[in-house]
């Protein structure tokens, strides 16, 4: 296999910090700006009620799909950084309030279990808030394992409101 084979990823992002949307949509412009990535889809965005934190305001989601030639600690690493830049701080608040917050979702069909990256992510049909737009721009997602995400949607934790799109 050569070395500069593509793989797609989903990336989950959200906001519930001053102009939530406009956070988002930087957020994107900048993983496809990024060495190494291209976005090749992005959902719309939705507004959403925040699940397992502190009470808090609303957040603004959506989820990307891009092409990668970056390995997935590589691409975790990219989004970290984008974080960082749109002026995400460290908070000790598990779930909290944040300007900016950017999940690696999937990666090919791979499973991931590493410090600081398990993919496919934890928790993702716990929430419909990644759910709903990952379905929106891929409506036959499935698990590394072959279960199809759309039949989990109605499993998932918190309420996911089409705000408008991308």
């Given at each position: 296999m050569s070395g500069d084979a593509m793989s797609k990823a989903y990336i989950g992002i959200g906001s519930n910090v001053g102009d939530r949307a406009s956070f988002c949509r930087r957020a994107v412009a900048a993983l496809d700006e990024a060495a190494g990535v291209s976005v090749e889809k992005a959902s719309s965005l939705y507004e959403t009620t925040p699940v397992g934190g502190p009470p808090q305001r609303s957040f603004v989601n959506l989820v990307a799909r891009v092409s990668t030639g970056l390995a997935p600690q590589d691409l975790l690493g990219t989004c970290k950084v984008i974080e960082r830049r749109l002026g995400r701080e460290a908070s000790e608040i598990r779930w909290g309030p944040r300007v900016i917050d950017l999940d690696v979702l999937l990666y090919d069909d791979e499973k991931i279990n590493e410090p600081g990256l398990e993919i496919p992510h934890p928790r993702l049909v716990q929430r419909r808030f990644v759910m709903v737009p990952l379905l929106e721009i891929d409506p036959?997602?499935?698990?590394?394992?072959?279960a199809r995400y759309a039949d989990w949607v109605d499993e998932g934790e918190g309420e996911v409101r089409l705000l408008e799109p991308f």
């Open positions: 036959g997602a499935s698990d590394p394992w072959g």
